[in-house]
């Protein structure tokens, strides 16, 4: 099963960096809230470049340029794709922290083209 990772950044501001692996990277975006834990909650996340895989275990300090500040693994663990679509991915997440069934449904939020909606479905 491919993986998922949370990170908590703080960085200039306290953030959460969302990643899920797909096609041999991970795809990442930043929520500006802590993720959703309960149905019924939207977070905003914005989609930002891509990762390696194995900065999916990073912890520490990133000293210089941009996102420089201190990285924890928040929440990790694999999840199960079951619908993408170029404006919705809808999977279950199977974390230590999150678990139950997820979607990002992408917006136009201030005409971003890279805003999407995090939430919990079930």
């Known amino acids: 099963m491919p993986t998922f990772v949370i990170h908590e950044h703080h960085a200039?501001?306290?953030?959460w960096?969302?990643?899920l692996?797909?096609?041999g990277t991970l795809k990442s975006w930043a929520i500006p809230k802590i993720p959703p834990m309960r149905q019924g909650i939207k977070r905003l996340a914005i989609q930002v470049d891509?990762?390696?895989?194995?900065?999916?275990?990073f912890e520490g300090e990133i000293k210089e340029g941009y996102g420089k500040g201190i990285v924890k693994i928040w929440d990790k663990g694999n999840y199960r794709l079951e619908e993408k679509t170029p404006t919705k991915i809808v999977f279950i997440l199977q974390g230590r922290r999150l678990k139950g069934k997820y979607a990002l449904v992408k917006t136009n939020f201030e005409g971003k083209?890279?805003?999407w909606l995090l939430m919990k479905l079930k």
């Open 12 to 15: 200039r501001k306290l953030h």
């Open 17 to 19: 960096d969302f990643r």
């Open 21 to 23: 692996e797909s096609g």
């Open 50 to 57: 891509d990762h390696t895989l194995s900065y999916g275990n």
């Open 113 to 115: 083209e890279n805003s």
